[in-house]
């Protein structure tokens, strides 16, 4: 087999390996039949240039606030979307613009991983704000607070981020291991290499806020990986 044709083969080889692998790609933010708001507000908008879907706090005292894709049923891939966050005009002083994606949601939504961003930490003045920018969560047995508390900065990371300004997230998830690559950059800015809930869970994609927020979602992408 000469040169040429032994490239031909390896890249058919390879393209065979990846579509037998990937399994789905989406992009559900616009059709109302797969989307759930769960104590979330969600309205389409165009903003800042691109049309996206507004989710704001609904006011509920809960960590459980995203709008649910329907029958995501994700267990390994990778999550792309284009995100913003800023505070709402009554939010508290504690409020950060919180904003993310949990990810392998249950059927009850009483169990889920999220990863998410504070995006007024980014360019504060205080460097413990900064480091604080990326947090990784897992509902409901390790919020935020436990998880700074008994495992310091392990969960945490800076990143340089803008209120009310799009932000490129990608997120890679295998087993019990996620990567959040920020920007579009090729090296992650946080990785979890426990997740809490293992390796084997599977449940549904959300796009997520906390309290005092008013977030934007765009060009969503789902691609789910058979491993």
């Not at 959040?180 to 599977?202: E, R, S, Y």
């Amino acid at each position: 087999m000469n040169t040429s044709h032994y490239l031909i083969l390896l890249i058919v080889l390879s393209s065979n390996f990846l579509f037998a692998q990937i399994k789905k790609k989406s992009d559900v933010l616009f059709n109302n039949k797969d989307l759930t708001s769960i104590n979330v507000l969600m309205t389409e908008e165009i903003y800042s240039g691109k049309k996206s879907l507004k989710v704001t706090d609904s006011g509920e005292n809960t960590e459980v606030k995203f709008v649910k894709i329907n029958h995501s049923d994700f267990k390994n891939g990778i999550i792309e979307v284009d995100i913003s966050g800023k505070l709402t005009a009554n939010s508290s002083e504690l409020a950060r613009g919180f904003v993310g994606i949990a990810f392998r949601i249950n059927n009850d939504n009483s169990k889920f991983e999220c990863i998410y961003l504070r995006p007024t930490n980014g360019r504060a003045d205080d460097q413990i704000r900064r480091n604080h920018s990326v947090q990784y969560i897992s509902y409901p047995d390790f919020p935020w607070f436990k998880l700074r508390k008994d495992f310091p900065e392990k969960y945490e990371s800076y990143v340089d981020l803008m209120p009310g300004k799009w932000t490129k997230m990608k997120i890679e998830v295998k087993g019990d291991t996620a990567k959040l690559f920020i920007h579009g950059n090729t090296q992650p800015t946080l990785i979890v290499n426990d997740l809490k809930h293992g390796a084997d869970n599977i449940g549904s994609i959300g796009l997520w806020i906390g309290p005092g927020t008013e977030a934007h979602f765009s060009n969503l992408m789902i691609s789910k990986i058979d491993k």
